[in-house]
């Protein structure tokens, strides 16, 4: 097998027989990039040199015997909006193009410890906001499955890169599907942890009460070790949670005898594609075989979630985007001659349009004489919609859904936004009520991958592993690889 | 700012404008038209809140029941100057330099 293929779980025991070096590892890495990117455009920058050095040091370490943490010398890739020092971070916008962190996210600093290798930053929608890594400055990312369609998004470069076999782990941000839905287009794994499960220090904050950084990766086994590695309190994130954090590789055990899975009613409507559901339909039959008892559910406010998501998220990046002033870091104007004029004129030109458009809708939302109807009225049915999670969980232990109502579609398919808002129905209400949640392959339409989604209790993140881990020891979907356009 | 219930406009292209200049934004000229009809769009859709009775339901304040985070009050190193003015888009005498904000 090409090494680009490995999990990185498998290229961690390789390192250790000493079957393979770090060093070599990593080359194969780039050059598959070098091959690849053309087509999909995954990466915003790389950063090969510094990836080679860590490389070196990490076979060093093992050539002096030295034990090795499982991610120690396995590349990965990082979503361009986690601030790693020394490295252009640009959240993919003109405003942010040429910004040099001064300094590591939290989840990167724990990354470093670990002795991981980042080979560079992916491409996403910009700031975050958006579900088809289209809205990115530096143009959009290739699907690998079928190279006209979108990756899904934000995350879309880091889903894309582990589909194309361009990294063996990468990092996501989730703010209302961002980690789940990009995965389950490119047939990857990806957790939205517990909100506070992660440290959000560092990630460029686009909706502070919904933003969680996750894993993004071929196998749940992989998933579980990232998330290892980069969850626990943070005092730099005063959300952060400061709970004990198990080891999730304990929870990877084949066994959901007994396991209470619920079906939400409202996410198998209308809405979602006949295809999606057949192979939804299937995952159940095979939950059900492997001793899982099926609870049927309902979530009655689930079709106002994606309203109140696009009041609340927003409103929170109405605010948290008034630092780009154009004074202290990112992209200036030259055309202005007075100090307010160039902060208008900076941001402007230097947001896309649908990153001013949501900083609007934000401003609108919270202004004097509106924000009872809106701001307000979405806080107060976000409560209903965790009062809906918190009464399932009565009758269940996970939730399975599909991840996307739809696969992945066309480039510039042209459909206005309200539109595309509304395809995250399935993902918003996990991020609204912060529980962990989920997306693995279950199927392909088309030859394209379908996803599932398993949501779980807040800071149980164990058991929405072990049913993933279950279902995956018994199917073979994460083993097919995206062809991207060609035999390969 | 008023919203007016007449073809469904609940805010007009002069509102967007107004909304662009509490934003620090600008709505350039040629997108102004669509730009209005889609954000009204949106706001259409949020009328479907309406029919949610939320009398005496409290507004979320956090998902998950946590208090307020303190620690000792201790002085620790921060960025230094240099690091500070690292990505300033222009710098003058260690400070930010910027156009002039009083004629």
């Known amino acids: 097998m090409e090494l680009y293929r490995l999990t990185a779980h498998e290229a961690h025991d390789k390192l250790v027989k000493k079957e393979i070096s770090s060093q070599e590892l990593t080359e194969a890495l780039y050059k598959r990039i070098e091959e690849t990117e053309p087509k999909v455009k995954a990466y915003v920058t790389l950063d090969k040199e510094h ?18 943490a499982p991610l120690a010398g396995v590349p990965g890739a990082i979503k361009d909006n986690i601030s790693t020092k020394g490295l252009r971070t640009t959240c993919s916008s003109k405003m942010l193009a040429n910004m040099v962190p001064i300094y ?21 929608d910009e700031f975050a906001m958006g579900s088809t890594t289209e809205t990115s400055f530096f143009g959009p990312t290739h699907n690998p499955w ?36 990009p995965a389950s287009f490119n047939g990857c794994v990806g957790i939205k942890p517990t909100y506070g499960r992660v440290s959000r220090y560092g990630c460029v904050a686009f909706a502070s ?16 070790l990232v998330l290892n590695c980069i969850s626990g309190k943070d005092a730099m994130d005063a959300t952060s949670l400061d709970v004990p954090v198990p080891d999730f590789t304990k929870a990877l055990v084949a066994d959901v005898k007994g396991l209470r899975i619920g079906l939400p ?9 006949r295809v999606v559901k057949d192979e939804l339909d299937k995952a159940v039959e095979i939950y059900k075989k492997l001793g899982a008892e099926i609870v049927p559910i309902s979530l009655p406010h689930t079709k106002y979630a994606v309203i109140t998501y696009y009041i609340i998220a927003p409103a929170e990046a109405s605010a948290n985007l008034a630092r780009f002033d154009g004074v202290r870091y990112g992209y200036r104007s030259q055309q202005a001659t007075s100090a307010p004029e160039m902060t208008t004129q900076s941001r402007t030109e230097g947001f896309g349009l649908e990153v001013r458009r949501r900083i609007m809708l934000g401003t609108y939302v919270l202004s004097s004489g509106y924000y009872d109807a809106y701001y ?54 996990v991020n609204m009520a912060g529980l962990p949640g989920i997306s693995l392959p279950c199927g392909f339409a088309d030859g394209l991958p379908i996803g599932m989604q398993l949501i779980g209790r807040a800071l149980d993140e164990a058991t929405v592993l072990r049913a993933a881990y279950t279902f995956e020891q018994a199917t073979e979907f994460h083993k097919v690889y995206a062809k991207l356009g060609g035999k390969d | 700012m008023t919203a007016t219930a007449a073809n469904n406009l609940k805010v007009s292209q002069d509102d967007v404008e107004h909304i662009a200049q509490l ?10 038209e669509k730009f209005t009809e889609q954000f009204n769009q949106i706001l259409n859709y949020a009328d479907i809140l309406e029919h949610i009775d939320t009398t005496g339901i409290q507004p979320t304040a956090h998902v998950l029941p946590v208090s307020n985070v303190f620690r000792e009050d201790i002085v620790k190193p921060g960025s230094t100057l240099e690091e500070v003015l690292a990505n300033a888009p222009a710098v003058h005498n260690d400070g930010f330099k910027v156009p002039r904000v009083i004629e």
């Open chain 1, 51 to 68: 990836a080679l050095a860590q490389a070196a040091a990490v076979d060093a370490a093992i050539a002096q015997g030295k034990e090795i």
């Open chain 1, 146 to 181: 079928n190279l006209e369609l979108i990756p899904g998004g934000s995350s879309g470069g880091s889903a894309a890169a582990i589909a194309a076999g361009e990294a063996l782990w990468a990092l996501g941000s989730d703010t209302g599907g961002s980690i789940r839905q």
């Open chain 2, 23 to 32: 934003s620090r934004l600008t709505v350039p000229a040629s997108e102004r």
């Open chain 1, 265 to 273: 009613a409202e996410f198998y409507g209308e809405g979602t594609a």
């Open chain 1, 376 to 429: 307000k009225k979405a806080m107060q049915v976000r409560t209903l919609i965790c009062q809906d999670y918190a009464e399932a969980f009565k009758k269940c232990d996970v939730l399975l859904t599909p991840t996307s109502p739809v696969p992945a579609y066309k480039i510039d398919s042209q459909m206005d936004p309200l539109s595309i808002y509304m395809l995250d129905v399935t993902t918003i209400p």
């Open chain 1, 104 to 124: 590591d996210a939290h989840v990167i600093k724990k990354l470093r410890e670990a002795e991981t290798i980042f080979l560079g930053k992916t491409n996403m």
């Open chain 1, 209 to 224: 009460s919904l933003d969680q950084i996750g894993p993004i990766t071929r196998d749940v086994t992989d998933a579980a």
